[in-house]
């Protein structure tokens, strides 16, 4: 049988530290209950696992006991890293290091490591997201970024999977992890089974449409912050990316380059995702049709408008509007 740890931090966690807990106990034991109830041996030996024995979560409404120590568990198989408040090595509690310093270790002993929405934090503070790809819940992103230059930030994915290290977007949209998860070490059909217990949507990957694009600006790149500025300010026109960088003084490369460095986009994408915020705005709020609101952000192509939509946000303008539209 394999072993799944369930991090417990004692310190730095709020509500959403204590619902991962239990979503992933409760998942996880009812994946094991289906196929034992189906004359089928359990996958997981599942356990609370804390820094220290003496020291529980206790957040002054709930408290979570672990069942075990970090000293105690020599060898898992797979740990599941619940949001909290950890941010980085140093600023996490004296057991908070203790448990990021296990999970390193561990991952050399070949575990697998999954993080749920700020937990990504945590996990990147071990040094093994390094040149990785992960993602976070997309309001943390700029901080995330600031914190770990290193790390591929994809805040649009909803779940990443690479190396045998598992990460996710925001909030509850762990239940979705999990149900990778589950399908990834038990089978399909127990997923299944799982999904309809607990009513999950099984086949949904991305966290896009729930994001809110807010260009990072926390760099010290003048020139590039003008330029953020500028599209912002002037999206609704037509504007060349060319000319931008010329009346910068910057040549078009060295412009692209320390875009992207700034930024994390290249300009274009940058004007495109200034543009489908307002237009998810609009359609949220506004009677405007599709073709309205694609002339009010700046796009005249129609086709071009839907692309870039359904690429940002992962629904086309019609279904968004469909979706969010509070008098829909």
């Not at 997309?138 to 045998?164: H, K, Y």
């Not at 607990?198 to 020139?223: M, P, T, V, W, Y």
């Not at 500028?230 to 009346?247: G, T």
């Not at 495109?272 to 307002?278: D, G, L, T, Y």
């Amino acid at each position: 049988m394999k072993h799944l740890s369930i991090l417990v931090p004692d310190e730095q966690t709020n509500m959403s530290t204590i619902a991962c807990i239990v979503g992933a106990y409760q998942i996880f034991s009812e994946a094991n209950n289906y196929l034992v109830r189906n004359f089928k041996k359990a996958i997981f030996k599942i356990e609370l696992v804390g820094a220290t024995k003496n020291n529980f979560l206790n957040n002054n409404l709930l408290t979570i006991k672990h069942q075990a120590a970090i000293n105690e568990i020599h060898k898992t198989n797979l740990i599941i890293i619940p949001a909290s408040l950890i941010r980085s090595y140093e600023t996490a509690s004296k057991n908070n290091k203790l448990l990021i310093d296990w999970v390193a270790n561990q991952y050399k002993k070949d575990a697998e490591i999954a993080s749920i929405c700020a937990g990504s934090f945590m996990l990147a503070s071990t040094g093994i997201l390094s040149g990785k790809t992960c993602s976070t819940h997309w309001a943390m992103s700029e901080n995330f970024r600031e914190l770990f230059p290193d790390v591929n930030l994809q805040t649009d994915q909803l779940i990443t999977d690479e190396n045998g290290i598992y990460t996710n977007g925001g909030a509850y949209s762990f239940l979705n992890l999990l149900m990778y998860l589950v399908e990834k070490f038990y089978n399909r059909q127990t997923a299944i089974h799982c999904a309809k217990y607990f009513q999950i949507d099984l086949d949904r990957n991305l966290q896009a449409e729930f994001s809110i694009f807010n260009g990072h600006k926390k760099h010290s790149d003048d020139e590039i912050l003008t330029a953020q500025k500028f599209l912002e300010q002037n999206y609704r026109d037509k504007i060349s990316i060319e000319k931008l960088s010329s009346d910068l003084n910057i040549g078009r490369r060295n412009f692209d380059r320390r875009f992207i460095k700034a930024t994390g986009f290249t300009p274009l994408d940058y004007l495109q995702r200034v543009k489908i915020e307002v237009a998810k705005k609009m359609f949220e709020t506004t009677r405007k049709t599709v073709n309205e609101t694609m002339y009010e952000v700046g796009y005249n192509d129609a086709k071009a408008f839907r692309d870039v939509f359904s690429r940002v946000t992962g629904l086309s303008p019609l279904k968004y509007k469909s979706k969010y539209n509070k008098e829909g």
